[in-house]
């Protein structure tokens, strides 16, 4: 039987108190079951964001969607999360990768190390603090039991081999790096590879990981050739067919994105799917058109 699905949606305005608060709630409101902060300069701090997303919520977890391991020490990262653990009352989901931005980096004063540096570090990062976050003397100590689950976010096979180690949940993009840095979306062939790939990679696992999509771009219209029109310009080297395949889009009525998103958890085995904040009210009622199923 596959995965029931869950539904985060990944919030990036930064807001005051009373404003944060209501759009956690509207999250709670339409569905989802995570909210979730990410990772990059000029937007929501994680971890404040997060505790403070639990105390105006009662139901959804929380999350960081991802990480950037480099700009963490894992002794230090290990009593964020374990801290932020303890105060949302054992809701939290950890997410982390590698880092790709290299402008953020350059602001930040750290240093933007080669694919391979950066995985690198993300591998000693994820090592240490899962041995950190399972010792029982570790102080703040998480309620969640051995740890906060933990999502590793990537497509390179070095990524994914360190996920199917580690990780409770895989989270692929959807798009890869070039070498400027810039996204380009994976085509449905693509992502079939990199899948199939971390399941080669995690054939050993006791237990399956939940695999995790991130839809960057949500549309609910009976036009779909109209919508996809919009993200052309984004990926010069597709016709509109192959764009409508990408599975990064979701584009469509309720009840046809729905079914797309069925036929992409048969596919490939996602079932944890994730939005864009600026996705969130047109995504709403999909959210509701699966939810329990």
């Given at each position: ?46 971890f404040p ?65 080669s694919p ?87 054939a050993a ?89």
């Amino acid at each position: 039987m596959p995965r029931p699905f869950r539904f985060g949606v990944n919030m990036l305005t930064p807001a005051g108190g009373t404003d944060w608060r209501t759009r956690c709630r509207r999250a709670e409101q339409l569905g989802y079951d995570v909210i979730l902060v990410p990772d990059h300069l000029g937007l929501p701090a994680p971890f404040p964001a997060l505790v403070a997303a639990a105390e105006a919520t009662e139901r959804p977890r929380v999350g960081t969607f991802v990480l950037n391991a480099a700009f963490w020490n894992p002794t230090l990262l290990a009593r964020e999360a374990a801290g932020t653990d303890a105060l949302t009352e054992g809701r939290l989901e950890l997410g982390i990768g590698a880092g790709y931005v290299r402008e953020e980096h350059d602001r930040a004063g750290i240093e933007f190390l080669s694919p391979g540096g950066r995985v690198d570090h993300l591998r000693r990062t994820v090592e240490e603090l899962d041995r950190l976050l399972r010792d029982d003397n570790h102080v703040p100590k998480s309620p969640q039991h051995p740890r906060p689950p933990l999502l590793i976010g990537g497509n390179g096979d070095r990524v994914l081999r360190l996920a199917a180690r580690f990780a409770e949940i895989v989270a692929f993009t959807g798009a890869a790096s070039d070498r400027t840095g810039k996204l380009v979306p994976l085509t449905a062939e693509q992502l079939d590879e990199r899948v199939a790939a971390y399941r080669r990679f995690a054939a050993a696992r006791e237990s399956p990981a939940e695999l995790n999509l991130l839809i960057q771009f949500v549309r609910t219209t009976n036009d779909r050739r109209a919508a996809v029109r919009e993200v052309l310009p984004l990926t010069p080297h597709l016709d509109e067919d192959q764009a409508l395949a990408l599975p990064l889009l979701a584009m469509g009525t309720v009840r046809a994105v729905a079914e797309q998103l069925r036929e992409r958890r048969e596919r490939y085995g996602f079932s944890y799917l994730t939005v864009l904040e600026p996705n969130m009210e047109a995504f709403g009622p999909i959210v509701q058109e699966l939810a329990g199923s």
